[in-house]
């Protein structure tokens, strides 16, 4: 099956300092998503990006297929990027299977 | 703007009883998805539909059942809710776009305790 795996599984910023967040995923995925939970439980889209790099704002996505990884990279970090940020795989086989990693909990203390 | 509503937002019920939690979508989606999150778990898949008419079982589907009626609603049903089925619940949705890729939507989860 497909594998998903995060890290770090906690990280603790101050407010304005830069990170990153990497998933690690099996080659059956083709497809990757990357959302952020708030604190209030929301899931939020973030970013589809099965290859490639995309941008929005202070965050960025990268991911290598070929070498089965993916990076969120967070600048200039707000107490509002505070949350667990997850990244899901979508398995390349003949239905949509989504499997998500255990996330990373991010901390931005003033 | 489109969307996806659940309902209730928060559910506390008793074991043995069945419990009903609605999801609608109005992005006009085909693919519906039923998972739980718990602690140390992330989130699990637990149905998906493809269509109208068209279910079926992810990684945790014992205990669970959903139908698909029609395309906005998929609603999941615990036959008899155990102790063990307390999680928050998220509904999502997608659809096949150019590139063959499907994007998902979540709706706001509900909290299910049972007692």
């Known amino acids: 099956g497909i594998q998903v795996e995060q890290s770090p599984p906690d990280l603790i910023l101050q407010e304005g300092a830069n990170s990153t967040l990497r998933c690690n995923f099996s080659d059956s995925v083709n497809n990757l998503q990357w959302f952020h939970q708030n604190p209030w439980g929301q899931l939020i889209n973030l970013f589809y990006i099965p290859s490639g790099t995309k941008q929005n704002g202070r965050l960025s996505a990268t991911t290598v297929a070929t070498e089965r990884y993916s990076l969120l990279y967070i600048s200039s970090s707000q107490t509002t990027d505070s949350g667990v940020y997850f990244c899901?795989?979508?398995?390349?086989?003949?239905?949509?299977?989504?499997?998500f990693g255990t996330g990373t909990k991010l901390q931005v203390i003033p | 703007d489109a969307e996806i509503t659940q309902s209730p937002r928060h559910k506390i019920t008793e074991t043995g009883r069945q419990v009903t939690l609605a999801c609608h979508q109005t992005w006009n989606h085909n693919n519906m998805f039923w998972y739980r999150q718990d602690l140390g778990h992330g989130l699990r898949l637990i149905h998906y539909s493809y269509g109208v008419q068209d279910t079926n079982k992810g990684e945790v589907s014992d205990g669970y059942s959903v139908s698909r009626s029609n395309t906005e609603d998929l609603p999941l049903t615990l036959e008899s809710a155990a102790s063990s089925q307390t999680s928050v619940y998220f509904c999502a949705s997608s659809e096949l776009r150019a590139g063959a890729y499907y994007e998902q939507y979540f709706g706001p989860g509900t909290r299910l305790t049972v007692t």
């Open positions: 899901a795989g979508v398995n390349s086989g003949g239905y949509q299977k989504v499997t």
